[in-house]
T-cell receptor
Framework: GQNIDQPTEMTATEGAIVQINCTYQ??????LFWYQQHAGEAPTFLSY??LDGLEEKGRFSSFLSRSKGYSYLLLKELQMKDSASYLC??????????WGAGTKLIIKP | DVKVTQSSRYLVKRTGEKVFLECVQD?????MFWYRQDPGLGLRLIYF???????EKGDIPEGYSVSREKKERFSLILESASTNQTSMYLC????????????????FGDGTRLSIL
């Protein structure tokens, strides 16, 4: 079967760095998305990776290793507003989007 | 900015009722999607539409139907609501892209929290 694994919950301190991991076992691979979802709000697009390596966008970076079936989202200089759930989603060989259950990130002062 | 608007944030209905959830997008996107989101599970696709009057079943279409009469509007219908359809429902839209709609970011509405009593 197809599977996306993310930690259920993580806690980090304001101003610190946190890495949220996503591992996947899917039938093929055609890209990987990260979305942010604040409680009670819409998921919003953060990043899209299709090639191996690190993509940086301000305080947020996303890394992909296709050979390892692994991605991470790196958040630097954490702010209280970064408290949210982070969703990983993989496009499989049939161009179906497979979603992880999300990681709830709690930022403490 | 893309705006996806869902008609209700909260909705309470009774078992057996026919329920309509409406979604409108303002960016002329070809594709529209309906998901449900339940605790501990990833988003699950109910139906999607890649053009007006076109629809495709997602992973969990049973008990649901959809309607897309206009490009900007995509409706989800619960034919006879049941308690196991209590959930958060999310609508999304996206451009088609050159390879597949799946490689395009989706833009989501704020969701409708539906309770079936």
């Amino acid at each position: 079967g197809q599977n996306i694994d993310q930690p259920t919950e993580m806690t980090a301190t304001e101003g610190a760095i946190v890495q949220i991991n996503c591992t996947y076992q899917t039938s093929g691979f055609n890209g990987l998305f990260w979305y942010q979802q604040h409680a009670g709000e819409a998921p919003t697009f953060l990043s899209y990776n299709v090639l191996d390596g690190l993509e940086e966008k301000g305080r947020f970076s996303s890394f992909l290793s296709r050979s390892k079936g692994y991605s991470y989202l790196l958040l630097k200089e954490l702010q209280m507003k970064d408290s949210a759930s982070y969703l990983c989603a993989v496009v499989d060989s049939n161009y179906q989007l497979i979603w992880g259950a999300g990681t709830k990130l709690i930022i403490k002062p | 900015d893309v705006k996806v608007t869902q008609s209700s944030r909260y909705l309470v209905k009774r078992t057996g009722e026919k329920v309509f959830l409406e979604c409108v997008q303002d960016m002329d996107h070809e594709n529209m999607f309906w998901y449900r989101q339940d605790p501990g599970l990833g988003l699950r696709l109910i139906y999607f539409s890649y053009d007006v009057k076109m629809k495709e079943k997602g992973d969990i279409p049973e008990g649901y139907s959809v309607s897309r009469e206009k490009k900007e509007r995509f409706s989800l219908i619960l034919e006879s609501a049941s308690t196991n359809q209590t959930s958060m429902y999310l609508c999304a839209s996206s451009f088609s892209g050159t390879e597949s709609y799946s490689n395009q970011p989706q833009h989501f509405g704020d969701g409708t929290r539906l309770s079936i009593l």
